[in-house]
Every structure is written in C-alpha cells, then in structure tokens.
C-alpha cells in the first residue's frame, strides 16, 4: 500500500531502489492492489528492445474505462468527475459526476456500436475541449476502438493524412468551435479533408456553436439524436493487457507523422501511479491540466491519470487571453483549483502581462504547479514561483514524450526540493541513461550525453502504427539496447536531470513538437520556391519560433518580398496548421552543404541566433562562400 503514495524523500529512494532492482514484483504489487482486472496476467513483463518488443502484464483482461469510471460508483457516483469551463465565462460551467460520465460514456458507446463500429476499428476524433471529447476517448475504449485524437488546431491535410495513415473508420467532430472571440468551422475542415479520405464512412456531429453548416447524406449525423435513441448501459470490451487503446500522432524529424500506439494495461497503471504522486492528488482536490486533449499531456493527465484515481479534472474550452490575460487567475479562483498543470509558454505569454490581472485572483486554493512541454527557463520558473505558487507551491518540471506515455523525469512535490530548470530525479521506475557520441553510457555525475532509457516503464509506446521498422530505427537503433529519446540532457553534482533541448531536427515551438522535414515540404510547394530550410531560434514567449531560409527559382524574383512570406506561410497553415508558420524568412541564394549534400544546419542554426562568431570549420562545405553571404542577408534583414 505504501508504495503507491510517496510522502517523503527517504521513501522515494527506497521505492525506487525496489522499482530498480525487482521490477517486476513492484510493478505486480502497484497492479495488483490499484486496479480492477477481469483477469490476472500470466507474464509481468517480456523485453527485447532489439526488436524491438515490449510486454507488461500479459494475459491479462481489463477494461480502461472500468477502472476509470465503473470502479468508482460506489463510492464516489455523485463526485464531479469533469469540471467543463467553457469558452466564455458567463456560459455556466458544468459538473459531470461520475455517474453521470457511466451514462453518458455508455450512451456513446451504444452508438458507436451502432454505427458498425468494432473492438480493433480506428475511430478519428476531431473535437475541442468540450465534454465529447473525452467522452467520446472513454466510448471508444469502452468498447475496444482504437481512438486517434487530432488537436482541432491541425488543417485539413494533416487530419487527412492522420486519418489515411491509421485507416480511421470514422470521424467524430461538432460543427464548430469557439476560441476566444473567434469560432472556427470545424466541419468544414473535416468536409475539405474526407474528400480524400475514401474509407470513412460515418461522421458523427456535435452541436457546439449551432452554425449552419453542411450535412453529407447517408454519412454525416447529428451526434445528439443518436445519444438520446441509446440505452445508456454497455458492457465494456475485454481487451488484453497489450490490447491497442490509442493511437497519438507526433512529428518526426522526417517524414510523416509517426502514429505512436498505446497499450491498455501498462499505460493505465503508469499513468494513474505517476498522476498520483506528481501531483499528490488527494480526494477532495480540484485538479486542472491546461493542456489540450489533442496532446498526449491531454489523455495523460486529463483523461486517463485521473479518472483511474477518482480525481475531479477540469477542462477548460477556451484560451488563456480571453476574455483577459486574467482568465487562468479567474479560474483558479472560481473552481479552488489545487493543482494547476501548464505550459512555459503559456507562462511566459502571461508573465508579459504583468502582475495586476493575478493579483485580482485569490489563488490560495493552489498546492502543486506543473510545467510540461519544453523547458522552462529560470526567469518563467521564478515568476511561476513567486506570484503564482507564492513560494509555498513547489513546481513539478514534468518531463516526457508521447512515445513515453506518462511523466519519467520529475521532482515529487514536497518529497524532491526543486531546482529552477532542472526536471529533478527520474520517477520510479525509470531508468535514464546519458550517452556519449560513440555510443558509451557516461557514469558519474556533472556530465552531459544524450538522454536514453535502459529499462522498459509500462507506458511506453509499443510501435508506430503501421511501421514497426520506423519505431526501431527512430528509437532504438542510435544505441544498442537502449530507448533514445532525440533530447539532450545533464546530470548535476547530486544527480538531478536537467533537458537541455532536442538533439534533432525537431523544434518545440510553445510547447508543439514540429519536424523541420513536413514544413520543409510545405515550403517547398510554393512555386517560387526552390529549396528551404528551417531551424529554431530562440524566442521570448513561444521558447523557440521557425526561421527559413528560402531560395527561390527565379533569383530576380520581381515581387515583393513580403508578399511572398504571405504565401509561404499561408501554405504552411494549409498544410500543417497555423503553429508551424515561419517567424521569419530569409531569401537566400545558397544554402551551406556538405559534399554529400547535406544541409549544414548547424550554420544556419547560429545565423538565425545571431551567434556568427564561431561557425567552426566552414572549409569542407561544398560551397563555404555561401555561408558570408547569408549572414550578410541575415544582418540586412534585421
Ligand atoms: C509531454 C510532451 C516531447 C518533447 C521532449 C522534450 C520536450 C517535454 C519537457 C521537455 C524540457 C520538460 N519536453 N517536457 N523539455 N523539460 N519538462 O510534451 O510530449 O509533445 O511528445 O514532446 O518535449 O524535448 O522530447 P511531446
């Protein structure tokens, strides 16, 4: 029993010290005594990451949403399970107790099923952050469908690329949703996107804004008659343990999306077990996740983490600058919120803001912050600290991955004293490793390598839908034996992790994953354009913003400039969506290469910082005289 709720640091070693040397016993002895099972496994875990292959639990029978919903009827039936905020403050919040979440999933399970809907079927969710949403996550997994949720910000290329890729069956949308003072048509999207997806062959629409909008014949539904034929009791599916739940895209360096697919049982025990202890979520706590349930963080610790703990978990519809930059305070304060889960980003953008719109909230509800998607600076730290938590509420620098499925690196509050920027001590279970470019572990402590995994957790992806051999090779190959994680990282003198950034082609951008490759491609579309090439570079708010440089065919290109950046980036919002545009372009009419052609874009990387002091050896370039004439450019532009 004890192990499932840490309270104080001798305690943390010593469970992770077991969770290191028995592995298996400990996590049977979490599974066993936390959890309801139909049936009990015959396997705890088997492994073989050259494979890569990865089983926890197997044999046994379980249903996600029993454990989430069922288990808790009797005791906690008339507790709120979802607090809905929505968009606009004077709309009402709602509670959903769990009782009414058992109806309400069940009643949409019953019509998923009607519709032809099947135990293995993908079903593409496309929704906001409206009730549906998670209830429609909790339907599918009621009855053995595979969700794959598309954050309602991505275009209709991307959710048509996303749908094709899994085979989705059908999509699940509302007419439109609100954000801020704006609303966004998200059936049109859908409509534009499934003219080229020849599979799906049901929609189903929720009522959110009550637009006009258009209703293909024979495959597009109202959601809400739908509901109101149902009953609202279904049997859940017995799934097995390794049983798909979801399917979660995430950007690659290259390519297309990879579409990581989760289990049911390792990824239910690891995320209900990390949700407890990270946040020290206690019975009677109102917890809020600002994420988008689009996001891993989203089915994590929105959906899943909590509810399989019973907790009441908020979610909010609407931006953090709506109607003011006092809306997250405002919140807070009207719910008693005592865990607060966030962005740096977000932190940032609201730091901007200065003080008054928090000073107005009493925030004394508030006993954990989190931070999660990028690393959080220390000035972002420090004014989190100071005038949000006031320095009674420790900060939990959660680090993680979609492909990790729940937090990894992180200080358990009031049990790890926190250090600014630093993500702590790996959580229990986890075994991290640093790794130096030739592939040896780096022992010791005060030293920095790339951030890999030696040990399997129980909520790691399991493969990429449809490419084993990318899961492999993306993952598991740069080190023998080992999950790489693509983030840099380094230990200090008492052993603390710190995440020093993505070692790949990948940017985090306000706390979105972005593969240069895909909007690269976009770019490229472009018919002025010849050849792109995109790196980060660091900004106040967002961590990092996109900078391109562009050639174009016609090097006397006769229209403006800026006209062009237009294009460039309106194709870019077409493509993948709006969070991938260019911050700034540079035209340029030669990128540095190597001789075999590849983009130095380590170069371009310290151009675009304005750090052109040291570029190292330009020599061996194919073509090093380029590289003057694009920090001149550079300079011109600024
Ligand atoms: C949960 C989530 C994963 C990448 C990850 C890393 C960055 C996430 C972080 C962090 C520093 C933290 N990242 N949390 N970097 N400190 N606390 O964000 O998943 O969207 O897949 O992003 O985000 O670079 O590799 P995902």
């Not at 305690?11 to 066993?32: G, L, M």
């Not at 139909?38 to 292959?53: A, H, T, V, Y």
């Not at 379980?62 to 004077?90: M, S």
Request: net charge negative; aromatic share 10%; with cysteine.
């Amino acid at each position: 029993m004890s192990n499932y709720h840490i309270k104080h640091l001798e305690e943390y070693y010593q469970v992770y010290r077991k969770s290191i040397r028995e592995p298996e016993n400990f996590w049977e002895e979490i599974a066993e005594e936390h959890f309801m099972w139909q049936n009990k496994w015959n396997n705890i875990l088997s492994w073989d990451f050259s494979k890569p292959e990865i089983k926890w639990f197997e044999g046994a029978k379980l249903n996600i949403t029993e454990n989430c919903i069922d288990r808790h009827l009797t005791t906690r039936g008339n507790k709120t399970a979802i607090l809905f905020e929505p968009n606009n403050p004077k709309e009402p919040s709602e509670h959903i107790t769990y009782n009414q979440l058992s109806k309400r999933v069940n009643r949409f399970a019953n019509v998923l099923k009607n519709q032809g809907i099947k135990k293995g079927d993908r079903v593409c969710i496309y929704l906001p952050m409206i009730p549906e949403l998670a209830i429609s996550v909790l339907a599918c997994a009621r009855i053995g469908a595979i969700h794959s949720v598309v954050f309602a910000g991505f275009s209709a290329t991307a959710l048509s690329t996303r749908i094709n890729d899994s085979d989705c069956k059908m999509v699940i949308t509302s007419d439109g949703s609100y954000r801020g003072a704006k609303t966004i048509n998200l059936k049109g999207i859908v409509d534009e996107a499934l003219d080229s997806c020849p599979n799906v062959n049901s929609v189903l629409v929720a009522k959110r804004i009550q637009s006009e909008i258009n209703m293909v014949e024979g495959r597009d539904h109202w959601l809400q008659p739908l509901l109101d034929e149902g009953s609202d009791i279904c049997e859940a599916e017995i799934m097995d343990a390794e049983d798909p739940l979801f399917i979660l895209y995430t950007s690659g360096s290259t390519g297309k999306p990879k579409g990581m697919v989760h289990t049911t049982a390792g990824y239910m025990v690891y995320t209900a077990y990390t949700f407890k202890n990270v946040f020290q979520y206690k019975e009677d706590d109102i917890y809020w996740c600002t994420a988008d349930i689009g996001w891993i963080t989203g089915h994590s610790y929105i959906v899943y983490g909590p509810l399989a703990n019973g907790a009441t978990t908020v979610m909010f519809e609407g931006v953090p600058s709506y109607p003011d930059f006092g809306r997250f305070w405002e919140i807070v304060e009207k719910h008693k919120i005592n865990q607060f889960y966030t962005a740096p980003t977000a932190i940032r953008a609201l730091a901007k803001q200065g003080l008054e719109v928090v000073e107005k909230h009493d925030l004394s509800s508030l006993k954990v912050l989190g931070s999660v998607g990028e690393p959080i600076n220390e000035e972002a730290w420090h004014w989190y600290n100071d005038n949000i938590g006031k320095k009674k509420s420790p900060i939990v620098d959660t680090w993680w991955q979609t492909e990790t499925g729940g937090i990894m690196i992180t200080p358990i509050p009031f049990v790890t004293p926190t250090k600014p920027t630093y993500a702590t001590l790996p959580f229990i279970g986890i075994q991290p490793a640093l790794m130096d470019e030739q592939g040896e572990e780096i022992k010791g402590n005060q030293v920095s390598g790339r951030l890999c995994v030696k040990f399997p957790w129980p909520s790691m992806a399991r493969t990429i839908w449809g490419n084993h051999q990318r899961y492999k090779d993306t993952y598991f190959s740069a080190f023998e034996n080992k999950y790489f994680t693509g983030d840099g990282a380094l230990r200090d003198e008492v052993g603390y992790y710190r995440i020093t950034g993505r070692v790949d082609d990948v940017i985090i951008v306000s706390g979105h994953n972005l593969g240069t490759a895909p909007i690269e491609d976009a770019v490229n579309e472009h018919p002025a354009v010849a050849e792109s090439a995109i790196v980060g570079f660091p900004h106040d708010v967002k961590g990092n913003a996109l900078y391109g440089y562009v050639i174009l065919k016609d090097v006397g290109e006769t229209r403006k400039h800026n006209n062009l950046r237009k294009e460039i980036n309106q194709i870019i919002t077409e493509h993948i969506g709006p969070i991938a545009k260019l911050d700034k372009i540079q035209f340029t009419e030669g990128l540095p290469k190597t001789r075999s052609g590849k983009i130095m874009r380590r170069i371009l990387r310290k151009i675009a910082h304005n750090d052109t002091s040291n570029l190292g050896d330009t020599s061996t370039l194919l073509n090093p005289e380029v590289v003057q004439s694009i920090i001149d450019g550079h300079k011109n532009d600024e």
